[in-house]
Antibody
Framework: EVQLLESGGDLVQPGGSLRLSCEAS????????MSWVRQAPGKGLEWVSA????????YYADSVKGRFTISRDNSKNTLYLQMNSLRVEDTAVYHC???????????????WGQGTLVTVSS | SSELTQDPAVSVALGQTVRITCQGD??????ASWYQQKPGQAPVLVIY???NRPSGIPDRFSGSNSGITASLTISGAQAEDEAVYYC???????????FGGGTKLTVL
């Protein structure tokens, strides 16, 4: 059974830093691209960042570029999101999501974690 | 603001058919995928690619794409289908992925 378990969410002051982790199990982690997707309270889904299966390619939404860094350790089956210079508007539940295997002209997330809550407030 | 546009809310009578739409320029070149999210739960993939259902998703869910519009159709909506539905696709230019703003489906 595929499982994605996020951790690391917390209450942090504006300008602070936080590192999220997502521990994967039930599949060959090193074969799949992964993403972080966030959801602010009462709002919709917002894609944040993605990383290729080997980890050599990374992608970011404009709203977090230069502040967040995605990484992975395939030996530990773990995905990370280093969040620096946090802003009030970064407050959200952060989900890690597995990108499904290649389908022509499509990108999709076939498994999601329950998420970890990041609250940025003074 | 989302670069994929969805109606904020749609309602359907129990057992009837409902179509939820998603519009955006990226859909000229990429298929939409669809997710169902119930309160307090993680999103669940219901349709991906041209019209593929993951294992366990009922066959009353189907997808279609035409021009800049993608549609999710639920044929014979059930009470348990009440949820928020999101579309996503690969962005047509800079971004990796884009989501629609979501459509809240109410089953009457």
């Amino acid at each position: 059974e595929v499982q994605l378990l996020e951790s690391g969410g917390d209450l942090v002051q504006p300008g602070g830093s936080l590192r999220l982790s997502c521990e994967a199990s039930g599949f060959t982690f090193s074969r799949f691209a992964m993403s972080w997707v966030r959801q602010a309270p009462g709002k919709g889904l917002e894609w944040v960042s993605a990383i290729s299966a080997p980890g050599g390619s990374t992608y970011y939404a404009d709203s977090v570029k230069g502040r967040f860094t995605i990484s992975r350790d395939n030996s530990k089956n773990t995905l990370y999101l280093q969040m620096n210079s946090l802003r009030v508007e970064d407050t959200a539940v952060y989900h890690c999501a597995r990108e499904g295997l290649v389908v022509p002209a499509a990108v999709y997330f076939d498994y999601w974690g329950q998420g970890t809550l990041v609250t940025v407030s003074s | 603001s989302s670069e994929l546009t969805q109606d904020p809310a749609v309602s359907v009578a129990l057992g009837q058919t409902v179509r939820i739409t998603c519009q955006g320029d990226s859909l000229r070149n990429y298929y939409a995928s669809w997710y169902q999210q119930k309160p307090g739960q993680a999103p669940v993939l219901v349709i991906y690619g041209e019209n593929n259902r993951p294992s366990g998703i009922p066959d009353r869910f189907s997808g279609s794409n035409s021009g800049i519009t993608a549609s999710l159709t639920i044929s014979g909506a059930q009470a348990e289908d009440e949820a928020v539905y999101y579309c996503n696709s690969r962005h047509s230019t800079v971004k990796h992925v884009v989501f629609g703003g979501g459509t809240k489906l109410t089953v009457l």
